[in-house]
């Protein structure tokens, strides 16, 4: 991988700020942004709540893998993941192999604060979501783990401290130069 090309690719559970550090992060990098939700969204032309009614969670998973290996073609881009993106190992090789992979890291307590009102969320369509985001969760940090290259909490700190902060890291990592 060319380092000055290389892509950044934020990974984490739903409410872990992955795009809003990502849009601050890229502006600050002078990188475009994507979000892989909202590129699955622009493909099928619907929202992903109702892929996820009309498909499942598979036939979502199988949407979300293939626009993933288009978008990780492109060099150069900030790129805020779906919190499940990790769960296929063919998805954690290409973020591996395409970029520096970002963790973003919060409590439970804070990613049930900043998702508890936002109904566009179909894993959250429970009677306690927190208890599912607890779930979710220990299903998924240990793959959150394997795939990082750079592991970042964010649930004291604000968007903008986090964004500096991880170009700091990144700059650390693989001599990667980002410019702010």
Request: net charge neutral.
């Amino acid at each position: 991988m060319n380092q000055k090309h290389a892509s950044i690719y934020l990974v984490g559970m739903m409410g872990s700020g992955k795009s809003t550090i990502g849009k601050v992060l890229a502006r600050s990098l002078n990188m475009p942004f994507m979000d892989l939700d909202h590129q699955i969204e622009s493909k099928c032309g619907v929202k992903i709540p109702l892929i996820f009614e009309i498909e499942g969670e598979e036939g979502f998973r199988k949407r979300e893998a293939q626009v993933l290996e288009e978008v990780t073609r492109q060099t150069g881009i900030v790129m805020a993941t779906g919190g499940g993106a990790i769960l296929q190992e063919h998805n954690r090789a290409l973020l591996r192999e395409r970029g520096i992979v970002v963790y973003l890291k919060a409590s439970v307590e804070e990613l049930y604060r900043r998702t508890c009102r936002d109904r566009n969320r179909p894993l959250l369509a429970t009677q306690d979501p927190k208890a599912r985001l607890r779930e979710i969760l220990a299903d998924r940090e240990a793959l959150y783990d394997e795939v990082a290259d750079i592991i970042m909490e964010t649930s004291s700190s604000t968007v903008t401290s986090v964004a500096h902060k991880l170009i700091e890291r990144i700059n650390q990592y693989r001599d990667f130069q980002c410019t702010s």
